[in-house]
């Protein structure tokens, strides 16, 4: 089958899908407030063909961030929590730990100790618990993490926090012939493991933080070996550098919830034609948790700033969510 | 529409594709020797449901190679040929390239001399007209190069120096629901300009070797600058790295030309399951070039060696192919 054919049934497939979705509410979960106004209204004007703002499907790329956009980050990205536990599991082949900061207040529960190191500690404790190993030992650990461990607050596992309306977003977005693409500050191989079948984004969507790794063959079986040194840091300045290194086009719709997110909005705003700048406001202290200009993680000042002027639509959780993390199976 | 119902169209697509491509035969500039029924073979076993050999869509991942592979790569690769000609076109902005190596050979046409510094003058006159220039900027002297040169020997555009049977390759595996990436030792920001009209292959598929960029707002105005420093050469053991690094699976599909794919081959084989790996062999002195273990570019000597041993299959051009390049407008 040639290349024309094959265009064409996928444009009948998206001609069929939009018909489809006329029939039902594709965001039930939001409120029908102005940001699902906003949403929908930008999703008809890029899909409708012949209208001034249409983008071909190919273009259409969608970047989400992940921790605090795409699922919860409190009491500490759940990437951390990690950390903290592989620390006390790998305390025994490791004894010199129980002397060494930041490694003995792990071990002691004082998280507050360890992480008074700032950033040099938590790359230590990363590399420490990242590296060494091959990336398939890695993805093990990651979902057996994953499989086994609670959120201390919900008592959920950490898969089971991710956002129902954002779910749906990425639902309706992909049923509108969208790309849909993670980018976050997290680790690129923590993510990998468990974003298809939390998200539907497949591993070669995803844009992350990265350490170095090597190619090697040792008897005669070749493995992808981690390797304690950073690659590349994908927040802030890094996003769109991220952004242009794994997907090499503009995005025409980001959605973050931190000032981490506000260069990747951005330059996603920056683009020609129709361009949708989403933030996810953290207000329901009840449901969720409520933080935003003072908060140590997913700090939102700026963006709140700047969000009117730069035509960014703010999701407020409590006023615009129906619900918040995806219904149990 | 929920994702059940995408996959479910999704899967009727598949089926009907398939159905469709019984009737005509899908590689016809492949003469029906061994490497055709070999690839038509191991589509066959990982498409075919309930096969034991099956694998599902989302992880029928095909690599390829670019110099050599999917386009020429004689005299010498196309990108190094831009680099002259870019050398040339701002030798005016640079007066003292007239006096300063490897430069100065360049611009009295004499390439042998400049490339007797070997990776460092390659290196030195790669950034010197590939960095300090936006992205936006880098990407439209490409495209205007490529729309006004003429390879010296057959004086075609060089993006119609791609391969039709390597194009009816990449169509085939699509249309079977593979996804497939480009993994070459070239710049991932010279080949995205072109290849998703070259090989239907889009810019967020490309894996290659890149210099390292800033993220910068001037005057209002965001941009990403390309900055005089090597990220990543993706060649040799950097292409699992890069694949890792882009794609995060495993392929089951990978084609190379060279020794510098060799290790991308060998990641690609040693996983579970059905794979195949595929060395193009130039063999046609006439219709294209004839080079192998002693070239200078695309050397072949350890894949020719191994081949054999690992179940890799080797299509000879000249014995394999009906056509070479691609069919012109």
């Known amino acids: 089958m040639n290349r024309n054919c094959r265009l064409s049934i996928d444009f009948i497939l998206l001609s ?11 965001l039930p979960s939001w409120n ?3 940001p699902k106004k906003s949403i929908e209204a930008f999703v008809e004007k890029v899909t409708t063909s012949g209208s001034p703002d249409f983008v071909p499907p190919a273009k259409r790329i969608a970047v989400f961030d992940n921790d605090g956009t795409l699922w919860a980050e409190q009491p500490m990205y759940f990437q ?55 990336t398939k030992e890695f993805e093990a650990a990651v979902t057996e993490w994953l499989a086994t461990s609670r959120h201390e607050k919900t008592g959920r596992r950490y898969t089971e926090m991710v956002y129902q309306p954002m779910l749906e977003l990425l639902d309706y977005l992909r049923a509108h ?18 974003v298809e079948q939390a998200y539907g984004i497949p591993p070669e969507q995803v844009v992350g933080s990265s350490i170095k790794t090597k190619y090697e063959v040792r008897d005669g079986i070749p493995a992808i070996v ?8 994908d927040d802030k ?5 991220g952004i242009n290194q794994h997907i090499g086009r503009r995005p025409i719709l980001a959605a973050g919830n931190s000032d981490g997110d506000f260069q990747m909005l951005e330059w996603t705003s920056a683009g020609e034609g129709a361009r949708l700048g989403l933030l996810i406001h953290h207000t329901d202290a009840k449901r969720e948790w409520a933080y935003d200009r003072d908060s140590h ?28 993390f995806r219904d149990l199976d």
Chains 1, 2 share one sequence.
């Open 16 to 26: 069929l899908c939009a018909s489809i979705s006329v029939f039902a509410d594709p």
């Open 32 to 34: 029908d407030t102005a």
């Open 80 to 134: 951390a929590l990690f950390i903290f536990d592989r620390i006390a599991q790998l305390a025994p082949d490791n004894p010199s730990w129980k002397t060494t900061e930041p490694f003995a207040s792990v071990l002691k529960g004082d998280i507050q100790s360890a992480l008074k190191g700032g950033e040099k500690s938590l790359i230590e404790m990363t590399m420490a618990t990242h590296a060494g190993i091959t």
């Open 177 to 194: 012939g969208f790309k849909t693409f993670i980018v976050s500050g997290g680790g690129i191989e923590f993510m990998r493991p468990w």
């Open 226 to 233: 981690r390797l304690p040194e950073m690659n590349f840091i």
């Open 237 to 241: 300045e890094g996003k769109p550098v």
């Open 297 to 324: 993680i997913g700090r939102l000042e700026k963006g709140l700033d700047e969000a009117e002027r730069r035509n960014w639509v703010v999701a407020d959780m409590k006023a615009d969510w129906k619900k918040i």
